[in-house]
Structures are given as structure tokens and as C-alpha cells.
């Protein structure tokens, strides 16, 4: 049985929300009473995911702007476009790729910063625009997607592994530099979860992955968005800059 979480008169803003976690994610809030506003930059993809979502909200719109997140331009545009619909309660820092695995010697520089880039910058680029309004109205929830990676660090998933140790580091940041307002910043460390995104890796990789795993078994996108979603409550108010584990045993710290 799912519980039922309170997030009615809550505007919630995810990226990534075409697929994978992010749509979970945005499919929890929505049956959870919250407005939704989808960033992606996928245009195909973000109508199929509100044509999915739309029959379980026929009172709400589903609102949805392309974005960029790894270009600041098109996240300052989107936020724009966004504040005007009405203020921002919630942001979950979705958008992520996983890149290629091979050794950091032979890592194609491409790959690197398109990484870096999307992963980090993007959730740099999110929190900038928005935690401003935020402020205004003293009140706020951020849940950014980190990876057990950014812990432990993968071998042969180094760019992966790096941006989401920095990510874990932003929220920790940002967590501090908010303590004093009504806003809460946290992220979530899944282990492998079944999403689209493995489909990037090798089966080399995925099999380590899994290895590492004491439950024995990957995560689902419902496991992620069930956290992340009572991360985004009204009761989540005493955690703040802080790492919350869903790696099936993997990382205990």
C-alpha cells in the first residue's frame, strides 16, 4: 500500500522528468495532490509522460518547458516561465547520465564535461533560479538525486562517480546556507535502479553494480520516489544538508 503524503497547494518543479526516476518521482507527487511543473529536455518524451500522468489529475495542468539544464540560459528561462505560473514550493534535481565506463587514462574529455555539465552544473544552475523565490516566501524543499557512486566511487565510472560526489558536497553547501529558513536540502544516494539509464553501461558494469549489493537485487524507481517524496513533505523539517541512503545495504555511512 502506498501512503498517502500532503501535497496539496504545493508546486512542485522536477527535471528530468521525462523518464526514469524523475518521472516516478513526478508520478508520487501527483497522486500526492501536487501542481507539476516537468523540465526535460526531451519534448517527445515530457508529452508522452504527461499524457501518461494527465488521467491520474484531470482537476490539475501538468505544465512543461524543454530545458537545458546543463546550459544556465535555458534554466534562467524556464524558471522565469515557471515563477509566473506560480511560486516554486518544490524542486527535485532529477536530470542526470551515467556516460560511458572505461578507465579514467582513456575517458573521452567529451564525455567528461558532458557529465559534469548535466549532473552537476545542472543542479547548480536549478538551485540558483530558484532558491531565490524560495527565499521570498521563506519556504522550501530541495531533493537532489546524488548516487552511491558519489560515496564510493565506481571504478571505471570516474566523470559519474566525481559529479555526484560534488553533488552530495553541493548539498551539504546549500543545506548550511539555508539552515536559518523554512527551506530543507537533501539528496537521496540509490544504488543501480532499474531504469533506462543502464542501458548505458556495459554489462560488465551492471553486473558489478549488482554485486555490490547485499540485497542482491536493483532498486526501483517507486523505492526512489516514495523517499524523495516524504523528503519533500511539510514533516521533513529537521533534516537539512543530509545524505539519505537507498542502496539496498551497499553504503551504510
Known amino acids: 500500500m502506498t501512503n498517502q503524503l500532503n501535497f496539496q497547494q504545493r508546486h512542485a518543479v522536477v527535471t528530468g522528468a521525462a523518464s526514469g526516476l524523475g518521472y516516478a518521482i513526478a508520478h508520487r507527487l501527483l497522486a500526492s495532490g501536487a501542481r507539476l511543473t516537468l523540465w526535460d529536455r526531451d519534448p517527445q518524451g515530457l508529452e508522452q509522460a504527461v499524457h501518461r500522468l494527465q488521467p491520474g489529475a484531470a482537476d490539475r495542468v501538468i505544465n512543461t518547458f524543454t530545458v537545458n539544464v546543463a546550459s544556465h540560459a535555458s ?40 557529465i559534469i555539465n548535466i549532473n552537476l552544473n545542472g543542479t547548480f544552475f536549478c538551485c540558483r533560479e530558484l532558491v531565490p523565490s524560495m527565499r521570498e516566501q521563506n519556504y522550501g524543499r530541495i531533493v537532489n538525486i546524488a548516487s552511491v557512486a558519489g560515496k564510493e566511487g565506481n571504478p ?8 555526484k560526489a560534488a553533488v552530495i558536497g553541493l548539498t551539504k553547501s546549500l543545506g548550511k546556507e539555508l539552515a536559518d529558513t523554512g527551506i530543507c536540502v537533501n539528496c537521496v544516494t540509490p544504488a543501480a535502479v532499474k531504469t533506462a539509464i ?29 523517499m524523495v517524496a516524504w523528503l519533500c513533505t511539510e514533516e521533513c523539517s529537521f533534516s537539512t544538508g543530509a545524505v539519505f541512503d537507498l542502496s539496498g545495504g551497499r553504503a551504510t555511512y
Open 156 to 163: 571505471n565510472a570516474s566523470a559519474y562517480s566525481a559529479s
Open 198 to 226: 543502464l542501458d548505458q553501461s556495459s554489462e560488465a558494469h551492471i553486473a558489478y553494480m549488482l554485486s555490490k549489493i547485499p540485497m542482491g537485487r536493483f532498486g526501483t524507481p517507486e523505492e526512489i520516489a516514495a
Open 75 to 114: 534554466v534562467a528561462e524556464a524558471a522565469r516561465q515557471t515563477l509566473a505560473i506560480a511560486p516554486v514550493d518544490i524542486l527535485v534535481n532529477s536530470a542526470g547520465i551515467s556516460g560511458p565506463n572505461t578507465k579514467l587514462w582513456e575517458y573521452p574529455t567529451d564525455a567528461w564535461e558532458e
